[in-house]
């Protein structure tokens, strides 16, 4: 018999349950994206957050179980986000995910956010018939997090692997900050995205070199990246006709790239793609560097910016020539879902990681 895991994820802006079995199966995986209510405030608002994940939690637990064909009372065990994430979104899923465990009897396994996001390269992995030679180093990149972890052999297989944090920093932040800077949306990865593969050698109106870091020569630094992007648009008086007609096209619901793409010229193009350039130089080299250091077996990407179609032609390409396997989720697996959570969840059962009704969230929860 397998174990079937409900996981629940409600750290940020997405409300979602699945039901995964042994950790590798995805029976069913619901995310109900509320990107629509942050979308005019350029960003999540927390109390917002909470707010619709309450409305949110008892459908989606509902649909996935629905989707997967089971009642409550055929689920093993409940996982369920502890954090890192805004504390009254994870409060939502724990309570909720508390009072299911508790009145059906069944064990409460917390889950660390990032740790599924690990798992979901696991997830792919098995799917697609492959496994990820250990150690490995994970890169998680993600809205609120650039993360890279090493991963070792735990004490069985891959599941079980142990994570050791190198750094952290943000560049899914830095996308969607320069997105709104430029009149572009939110969120920004998506859109500057396909800018930047549109724009078709538009030359560069401004250089960025490589981030030089003091201490830890792995750390990503996208804050002056940002700040360098904000001065050059605003000591460059060109761009403002173009900013204020994108949100002009904004303010109408004009948000999809057919829409906003002519409303963008080569400068624009050109800024958007060396903006992307040294993002995806910075967190390629950076990964390179960790995984030389480690002697790593393989590379594995994951979080919300995983999903950049220039972030992975990248990777593909060095990790090629350095000879190590690159795994990447699928763009769904790759940004917040519950299917990683339950994954993540088995493991932890396995090992014996429970919780019981004093569980409580934590904002700033680290990987151990
Ligand atoms: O992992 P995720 O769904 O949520 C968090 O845990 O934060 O990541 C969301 C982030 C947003 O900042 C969004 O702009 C970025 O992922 N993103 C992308 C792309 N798709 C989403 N960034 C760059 N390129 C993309 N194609
Ligand atoms: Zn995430």
């Given amino acids: 018999m397998s174990t079937r895991i409900l996981g629940i994820e409600s750290s940020c802006d997405e409300t979602a349950a699945a039901v995964v079995a042994d950790g590798r199966e995805i029976l069913s995986s619901v995310v109900a994206s509320q990107i629509d209510v942050h979308r005019k405030y350029g960003g999540v608002v927390p109390e917002l957050a909470s707010r619709e994940h309450l409305r949110q939690i008892v459908p989606v637990v509902r649909e996935a179980l629905a989707q997967a064909g089971m009642k409550l009372a055929d689920v093993d065990a409940i996982g ?21 465990a508790h009145s059906l009897g069944k064990p409460l396994v917390p889950v660390n956010h990032l740790e599924g996001h690990v798992h979901a390269v696991f997830l792919e992995a098995h799917k697609a018939g492959r496994s990820a030679k250990l150690p490995t180093v994970c890169l998680i990149v993600s809205g609120g997090h650039t993360v890279l972890y090493e991963v ?60 030089k870091m003091k201490g830890n020569a792995l750390d990503f630094s996208f804050s002056g990246l940002k700040t360098a ?41 050109g800024l958007v793609r060396e ?19 480690l002697s790593a077996e393989s590379i594995l990407v994951s979080g919300g ?30 940004t917040d879902n519950a299917a990683m959570i339950a994954a993540a969840a088995y493991s932890r ?8 009704v004093t569980l409580n969230a934590d904002p700033s929860l680290a990987l151990a």
């Fill in 80 to 100: 369920v986000t502890q954090g890192p994430g805004l504390v009254g979104a994870l409060l939502v899923g724990i309570t909720y995910g508390k009072t299911l």
């Fill in 152 to 211: 070792k052999p735990g004490d069985s297989n891959a599941q079980d692997a142990g994570a050791k944090l190198l750094c952290d920093d943000a560049a899914g932040e830095a996308y969607d900050k320069v997105a709104k800077l430029l009149g572009l949306g939110y969120p920004g990865g998506p859109i500057l995205d396909r800018l930047a593969e549109v724009s078709n050698g538009a030359p560069a109106p401004v250089k960025f070199g490589p981030t």
């Fill in 229 to 269: 992007v904000l001065y050059h648009v605003r000591e460059t008086a060109e761009y403002n006709d173009e900013i204020r007609k994108r949100e002009e096209a904004l303010a109408r619901g004009e948000r999809k790239f057919e829409q906003l793409f002519p409303l963008c010229g080569p400068k624009t193009l």
């Fill in 275 to 293: 903006f992307q350039n040294a993002v995806v130089r910075d967190l390629v080299e950076r990964t390179l560097s960790a995984a030389e250091q």
């Fill in 305 to 334: 910016v995983a999903a950049n179609s220039q972030l992975r032609a990248s990777f593909e390409a060095r990790a090629k020539a350095a000879g190590l396997d690159v795994f990447f989720p699928s763009r769904a697996l790759s």
């Fill in 349 to 356: 059962l396995r090992n014996g990681i429970l919780a019981d």
